[in-house]
């Protein structure tokens, strides 16, 4: 006579993760064993990466290591405190101070992550009798911020200045304060939002409007100041952002006006109660900032491989959803499709991940973009491209 096994208060683990199996929705990690370039050891192969957010290819930069050296022997390999106890160093001022400058706003403050600087941001400037308008599409630590905050959270069809302007006029009036909320490039599908017009409906119904350029600094605007910099915006609006894609360091940011950064050290509970960034990835930021804004090279390249590929696609017959950043997402069918043709990319030596629900609503291979790749490695990736097209075709 078999014996049941006792029941554990875990067991729902293994239902859980039966489950997220069978959705095809299941994810591991990879394991990266070389520096950050377009070259990468992937499980120890080396691999083509066209997945990396390492826009400029400053991640494996000589002055930024240089410069994070630099720093760890001045100031040791961590900051052993908050920022509001024992972990403010002068090179954190000088970081705030020079990212004040890239954004053209009067002040910032540095978290440990654009993820909790988002967090910490929304969930301090807005609450229980708030109002947050999101775009659909928006970043999570955007959608978390907003749960955090206890306002009231409301999504508008991504991209819809209509449906944005609609409910706005439904709900606005019955809250203190709104909050516009929206990623500047959109990471999954590269495309653009339309912020000039957002900044015009937040001053017709008096609202505050928070912008994440995660992925659009270094990459936008005459000096990489990002997506608002090229539009000219910068007053009367909340931008946050990470140090850990174009920049190649890591950390995250907020930028605004002084009475806004000084609010936020007060009461930005995910700044406040959290050791301060460490002293290697504040000065490799540091370092990357001041090329961001002198070497327009960098950027100049990156969008001459941008209009590489967007042409290379076109001619193969392959859309994307996008052509208006460095980040290409081509939606090849179901779930199961999808992957098979990351395989087939992944087989021949190309790192190009497939990105699937609930990370988004439709499967796609997700492809991103360098200044470093060179055009015979994007000539190789547009071969195997449309050889996987050709391969998912059905046979006759």
Not at 10 to 15: K, M, P, V
Not at 106 to 129: C, D, H
Not at 193 to 216: F, K, Q, S, W
Not at 367 to 383: D, E, G, K, V, W
Request: aromatic fraction near 6%.
């Amino acid at each position: 006579m078999k014996t049941k096994l006792a029941s554990t208060p875990y067991d729902w683990l293994d239902r859980s993760l039966d489950s997220i199996h069978k959705a095809n929705w299941h994810r591991s990690t990879q394991t990266i064993t070389s520096k950050a370039g377009t070259i990468a050891k992937v499980n120890g192969r080396e691999m083509l990466m066209f997945a990396s957010n390492n826009y400029l290819g400053l991640a494996g930069d000589r002055r930024l290591i240089e410069a994070a050296i630099a720093a760890t022997e001045k100031y040791g390999t961590g900051t052993t405190g908050s920022r509001l106890v024992t972990g403010h160093l002068a090179l954190h001022e000088e970081l705030e101070l020079a990212i004040a400058d890239l954004k053209n706003t009067e002040a910032a403050l540095v978290f440990s992550s654009g993820y909790l600087a988002n967090l910490g941001t929304i969930s301090a400037i807005v609450g229980q009798r708030d109002l947050i308008v999101g775009d659909a599409y928006n970043h999570s630590c955007l959608k978390k911020g907003a749960v955090m905050s206890g306002a009231m959270a409301i999504d508008y069809q991504h991209g819809s200045l209509a449906d944005l302007s609609a409910k706005l006029q439904a709900h606005r009036s019955k809250y203190r304060r709104c909050l516009i909320t929206t990623d500047s490039v959109f990471s999954m599908d590269g495309d653009l939002a339309p912020l000039r017009e957002i900044m015009n409906l937040a001053a017709t119904y008096d609202c505050m409007v928070l912008v994440d350029e995660a992925h659009g600094t270094g990459v936008f605007g005459d000096r990489g100041g990002g997506v608002t910099n090229a539009l000219g915006l910068g007053a009367d609006l909340i931008q946050v952002g990470t140090l850990s894609k174009a920049l190649g360091s890591l950390g995250g940011y907020v930028a605004g006006s002084a009475k806004l950064i000084d609010y936020l050290r007060n009461r930005a509970a995910t700044w406040i109660y959290t050791t301060g960034l460490s002293p290697a990835d504040t000065g490799a930021a540091i370092a990357a900032i001041e090329i961001v804004k002198s070497e327009s090279s960098l950027r100049q390249q990156l969008w001459q491989n941008v209009a590489m590929v967007k042409q290379g696609l076109q001619a193969l017959g392959i859309p994307a959803i996008a052509f208006d950043s460095p980040i290409v997402a081509i939606e090849v069918g179901d779930i199961a499709t999808t992957m098979a043709q990351s395989q087939y990319l992944r087989d021949r030596g190309i790192f190009a991940p497939a990105i699937r629900p609930p990370t988004v609503p439709t499967a796609r291979i997700r492809i991103t973009l360098m200044a470093t790749h060179t055009p015979s490695q994007i000539q190789t990736l547009l071969q195997y491209l449309g050889l996987a097209e050709q391969e998912a075709k059905p046979k006759r």
